[in-house]
């Protein structure tokens, strides 16, 4: 028998703190595992598992959709900096002899219930959704700034006021620190380094997920937002150099104008 397991990020981050007051006042009994939030639902007999990660990330296994939107719901209300859209992935599993992923089938097989080994495989999926969210921000920003370059090409300088520019710089700056902030998430939690047994299933499921590739794809996105940071600040920095030199003209020429005045006056 095959259960659902969905992650979602709907956040930049959550504040844990209140979650699991919410939580408590719910009658649940939230578990720290680390960094990571470990909430058991359902009967004895059939309990589904909720993983939530700080970085506004969680994972739902063997837990209904009517079930995992109503605690998703619940989760959301202490997001922090919510997403407009949240970014979801979906697979299957189910328990076996050993613990394998078939890709062809998007089906993880768990050799066993331990919630340790559920949690290493989420800590990948919770990373996924949110490279996702970091993956889809970056190609919306590239988007909205790719006609800058051509213009620039074509025409020599970019139509544009300082100000407007500036805020563009500003923007594509954000958007680049933001990232490089939280691209440790995207590296081996320290979970396993207390728990070295654990982490062969959480690379099992990066290599299944793709982490490593599109991390690399990620950084070679940064790097075209950095060259683009560096065009449009050279090019702010054109715009002021030339109004300088402007008022440096419009300075001199009223200085012979009066000059000119001077001159003709005393003659």
């Not at 680390?34 to 837990?63: C, K, M, Q, R």
């Not at 990948?124 to 920003?141: D, H, I, P, Y």
């Not at 563009?168 to 207390?194: C, M, Q, V, Y």
């Amino acid at each position: 028998m095959t259960y659902p397991c969905t992650s979602y990020c709907s956040a930049d981050a959550y504040d844990f703190e209140g979650l699991v007051a919410t939580l408590r006042a719910k009658g649940l009994e939230p578990e720290f595992c680390d960094d990571a939030l470990h909430l058991h639902i359902g009967s004895e007999a059939d309990t589904g598992h909720i993983y939530i990660f700080p970085y506004g990330s969680v994972v739902f296994w063997g837990v209904t959709p009517e079930q995992t939107q109503i605690h998703l719901a619940l989760i959301h209300t202490h997001a922090i900096k919510p997403l407009e859209t949240f970014v979801s992935d979906t697979c299957v599993y189910r328990f076996g002899k050993e613990t394998h992923i078939i890709e062809e089938e998007d089906e993880v097989i768990l050799g066993s219930k331990d919630p340790f080994l559920m949690l290493s495989f989420s800590y990948g999926m919770s990373q996924s959704v949110k490279l996702a969210v970091f993956e889809n921000t970056t190609t919306k920003t590239i988007q909205k700034s790719k006609d800058l370059p051509e213009e620039l090409a074509q025409k020599g300088a970019i139509r544009m006021s300082r100000q407007k520019l500036s805020k563009k710089i500003g923007a594509l700056f954000a958007e680049r620190h933001s990232i490089n902030l939280h691209s440790d998430l995207l590296d081996t939690p320290e979970f396993f380094w207390k728990r070295p047994s654990y982490e062969a299933y959480y690379h099992m499921c990066a290599s299944y997920l793709d982490i490593t590739t599109r991390t690399s794809i990620l950084n070679q996105r940064l790097s075209v937002l950095h060259e683009l940071y560096g065009m449009l600040s050279d090019e702010l920095k054109h715009l002021h150099s030339s109004r300088l030199e402007w008022i440096i003209i419009l300075l001199i020429v009223m200085e012979v104008v009066m000059s000119i005045l001077d001159f003709t006056h005393k003659g």
